[in-house]
């Protein structure tokens, strides 16, 4: 049997694991690229696979980074079915419609520009419709109950404790005489997140391919309530509006949740709390239908309220782009919560070009960032970012709450797989940038004792009994240059920056002098912006 990795591979987005056994082909996951531009050409690759080969798909969870691109799958060619559970798929049916509408939108933009210029049609990645027929696709599981996907494979939904409904898969394949039991962690969710039910505990495999968002940190343990508290507080003292970009999914629910316990117990003014995102609306609502995988604080919370986990007074939905724009207009303060978290797209962006250079306002980074995306650069402390085209100066206080990760960190990972009772034969450290991939790969031979392997897109292990080996790819070769040459720029621009803050320390007193080598250093900020976006 082969597992062929062809996402996720030395980057956190585009999960993708492909399982060929006897003459049968399984994809865990089809998710789409996100972040830079570089990252996300991949989207646009062709698959490595014939889609309309691939006799079914295992999917993890929502999370566009793990199933967005099951829409152009289908609309390649895939006719058999996705495999999930029953909130992976209520999710799906509001995520990927959506993606699908950006995709739709993008094609459109550029179509219009492209036309006046003289280019070429560009077709969409998927619309909406593909992502309708893959959403038909699929079928629902319970948690614990094992299934058989293609004929020799058999899969059982775990809790994963990241997003209402995602999953880790147990996977038996049976390859002639040989069995070979696998996990795929998908996303990892820290213990005690609220809302959610905490991870499942680990079966013995003798391979587990594990996510490594996180691998090379810990979070901080603080009290978040407090921390949140504070900042909607001195907001509200300085007569500003609490932006807070969010995963519509996950963070969203996880920050109502919140602010319902501190306006409860006094701590934060009953200010108006604004959900603008369509998906958001609509994910809570998936949230607050499905008490099932609640945890025990939240079940009964659920109870106590008369079955509504979240029931503010002070809380909106806005559903029209109209009823959005208005918020623009309305007197602070105000929280607002948007999409998307990374703020790359969405309506975050209109709150952001209006709240970002407003010094009273306050902007609330509650979760991971790629690289490349505005989100991160904000986390940096960019003193403008370009949003929809236009220059925004950055005056707003920005913070990065970092404790909300829905992923587990490199401690709460290893102490997830230490509960092991047999040592698996190696972990395959996926879904990560390379330094956290690295770091959790050496904190697993450390502390595990195990076999670790950081695949590169396209690499595959093929697996007979008890031999395996790994045949290299080279198929993202040039793209992982690139990769590096980035990171390399963006610790020349750090080290640029600290050179630039000492010289104008030094040069303050020659007032003439400053203005001079402002000038040149400016030119080469310049510079080497235009190589970092060229990339
Ligand atoms: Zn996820
Ligand atoms: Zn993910």
């Not at 996300?40 to 691939?54: G, M, R, V, Y």
């Not at 996907?149 to 990241?162: D, E, L, M, R, Y």
Request: aromatic share 8%; glycine share 6%; charged share 25%.
């Amino acid at each position: 049997m082969k597992l062929t990795f062809l996402g996720a591979a030395r980057t956190v987005t585009g999960s993708c694991y492909l399982i060929e056994v006897g003459n049968y082909k399984l994809l865990v996951d089809c998710g789409m690229f996100q972040g830079s531009k570089l990252v996300k050409a991949f989207n646009e690759k062709e698959f490595l696979f014939n889609p309309a080969e691939i006799d079914a798909v295992v999917l993890t969870h929502a999370h566009v980074d793990h199933s967005g691109l099951l829409p152009k799958l289908t609309k390649e060619g895939f006719k058999g079915t996705i495999h999930c559970t029953k909130s992976t798929k209520e999710l799906c049916s509001i995520l990927l419609p959506d993606s699908a509408h950006i995709q739709e939108s993008d094609a459109e933009e550029m179509n219009r520009k492209g036309m006046r210029a003289g280019k070429k049609v560009v077709l969409p990645l998927f619309t909406i419709d593909d992502a309708a027929d893959a959403v038909k696709l699929m079928k629902i599981h319970d948690f614990g109950v094992e299934f058989s996907p293609v004929p020799g494979v058999k899969c059982t939904f775990k809790i994963a404790g990241h997003i209402l409904g995602s999953a880790f898969i147990q996977m038996k394949v049976q390859d002639g005489k040989d069995t070979t039991k696998f996990i795929f962690t998908g996303d990892i969710g820290q213990p005690n997140q609220p809302i959610i039910d905490d991870p499942a505990s680990l079966e013995p495999a003798d391979f587990i391919i594990t996510e490594s968002t996180y691998g090379n940190r810990k979070h901080e343990a603080y009290d978040k309530e407090a921390e949140l508290a504070e900042i909607v507080n001195d907001t509200v003292k300085r007569g500003g509006n609490v932006i807070i970009p969010a995963f519509a999914v996950g963070r969203t629910q996880v920050l109502l949740y919140y602010f319902q316990k501190m306006i409860a117990a006094g701590k934060i003014p009953e200010i108006p709390i604004y959900v603008d995102s369509p998906m958001a609306n609509k994910a809570t609502e998936i949230t607050l239908t499905n008490p099932d995988e609640y945890d025990e604080e939240a079940r009964a919370l659920y109870v106590m309220q008369g079955r509504r986990l979240v029931n503010m007074q002070n809380l909106h939905f806005t559903a029209t782009a109209q009823e959005s724009a208005a918020l623009n207009h309305m007197d602070s303060p105000m929280i607002i919560l948007s999409a998307s978290g990374m703020c790359d797209a969405g309506r975050i962006l209109h709150h952001l070009k209006h709240n970002l250079w407003r010094k009273e306002c306050s902007v609330i980074i509650a979760g991971y960032q790629a690289e490349g995306s505005v989100g991160r650069k904000l986390v940096e402390g960019a003193k403008r970012v370009k949003l929809m085209g236009e220059e925004i100066t950055v005056q707003a206080k920005i913070y990065n709450m970092k404790g909300f990760s829905a992923h587990a960190d490199k401690e709460q990972l290893i102490a997830w797989y230490d509960a092991l009772k047999e040592t698996p034969r190696c972990f395959f450290v996926t879904h990560g940038e390379i330094d956290a991939s690295m770091v959790l790969a050496d904190e697993i031979s450390k502390k595990i004792g195990t076999a670790t392997y950081i695949p590169h897109f396209g690499d595959c292990a093929e697996i007979h009994g008890n031999e395996w080996i790994i045949h290299e790819s080279t198929a993202a070769q040039e793209e992982e240059a690139a990769m590096e040459l980035k990171a390399a720029l963006a610790n020349m621009e750090s080290d640029y920056l600290k050179q630039k803050s000492k010289v104008e320390q030094i040069i303050t007193r020659d007032a003439d002098k400053a203005a001079a080598i402002k000038k040149k250093m400016d030119k080469l900020r310049k510079y080497m912006d235009e190589l970092l976006s060229d990339l």
